[in-house]
């Protein structure tokens, strides 16, 4: 190469494009143009928060390497598991959580809750013009930490800007793809009468929180959600008890709602036991004073196990052992009444648990 070679290649090297720093405190309708604005708060702020190998590829697409990260995968009778979902919550940030974990925690949970061992997400955001960029920031760390406390890869997503009042300061869609190994099945044809009811966790704790976090009603209480992501649990329960029957985690109609649409799958009954049901005490005296059935309000961190009878205790030891202290049985399949939920009272009386009407928490999730 010779010295007018060299000297066009060093002032190449000095104008090659470099993303430019993030000056707005705002998003603006620039931010979704496709220019600059879009190149430098995907660089600056979306990169820069939780960028990693298949990110960096910088394709429309994740280009993965299935022999090595889903290795597990390659082998005979095993099954992949896709999701999607999209989180709409308001507000976005709210005691214990904001949409950001919401919606890694959720896809890892529908994936985990399905017997599949989460893997890769994607996370896809629409962002309304005037949304400050801070605040943008603090959810785009969220999404990062609860995809690195779930272990899963972030690898790819979009981002979308609409006018002032075309959204509710931000939403995200995402989509899941986990592995479910061979000879796994949770599926609801497997329950039978007699089998027991596992839950994860207390319930009602994250529908309240947000709806405390509203402000729209004379009403204070420090009430965190329950946002997390299962996938330790659900594993820690598989390898304790392999023929586990049925899993389910209890969103957006709550324990009521998963516990009905079981019984309409399987054509038999649910029977919880109403005072093994854990509900915490400032949030059971929040649904009293709104006149809400803590059953029917979400959670994003509690899910539905239904296990043989013999293999019960072994069950809710594994996930007390996992990180859920609070796993307890709270009930049982029975034969009658058919495909239907009941709740049997300390007195031994019993009500119907019927499907949601309505819904009193709109936009928890």
């Not at 976090?213 to 649990?233: E, H, M, Q």
């Not at 293999?311 to 399949?333: F, H, K, M, N, T």
Request: net charge negative; glycine share 10%.
């Amino acid at each position: 190469m010779n010295q007018d070679e060299e000297r066009v290649n060093d002032n190449i090297a000095r104008v090659r494009r470099h993303p430019g720093r993030l000056k707005d405190d705002h998003i603006t309708l620039s931010h979704g143009a496709g220019g600059k604005q879009s190149t430098t708060l995907l660089d600056r702020l979306f990169f820069d928060v939780y960028g990693n190998e298949l990110l960096d590829q910088g394709g429309d697409s994740a280009v993965v390497d299935l022999p090595g990260l889903l290795a597990d995968a390659q082998a005979e009778g095993a099954k992949l598991a896709f999701t999607t979902d999209s989180y709409v919550v308001n507000p976005i940030e709210f005691p214990g959580g904001s949409i950001g974990e919401l919606a890694v925690n959720g896809t890892v949970n529908d994936l985990s809750v399905a017997g599949a061992d989460p893997k890769l997400i994607s996370v896809s955001f629409i962002l309304e013009e005037g949304l400050e960029v801070a605040t943008l920031r603090r959810v785009a760390e969220a999404v990062r930490d609860a995809a690195a406390e779930a272990g899963v890869t972030i690898a790819t997503g979009d981002t979308k800007v609409v006018p002032r009042g075309a959204a509710d300061h931000l939403y995200i869609t995402t989509a899941g793809v986990g592995v479910i190994p061979a000879g796994r099945d949770t599926g609801f044809g497997k329950v039978q009468v007699g089998d027991r009811i596992l839950l994860s966790g207390p319930i009602a704790d994250h529908g309240m929180a947000v709806m405390m976090a509203r402000g729209d009603l004379a009403l204070d209480a420090p009430i965190a959600s329950d946002t997390r992501a299962v996938n330790k649990l659900t594993a820690a329960l598989l390898e304790a008890v392999p023929d586990t029957r049925w899993m389910r985690d209890a969103t957006r109609g709550g324990v009521a709602t998963v516990a009905n649409e079981l019984a309409d799958a399987t054509g038999l009954g649910v029977a919880f036991e109403d005072e093994a049901i854990p509900v915490r005490d400032m949030t059971r005296a929040a649904c009293d004073v709104l006149g809400i059935d803590p059953l029917y309000v979400a959670n994003e961190g509690t899910f539905l196990a239904v296990v043989p009878k013999d293999s019960a205790d072994a069950a809710v030891e594994a996930v007390r052992a996992a990180g859920a202290p609070e796993a307890r049985l709270v009930g049982r399949i029975v034969e009658e009444p058919a495909a239907s939920v009941v709740l049997v009272t300390g007195f031994g009386g019993a009500r119907m648990v019927d499907k949601l009407a309505g819904d009193p928490l709109p936009r928890i999730c």
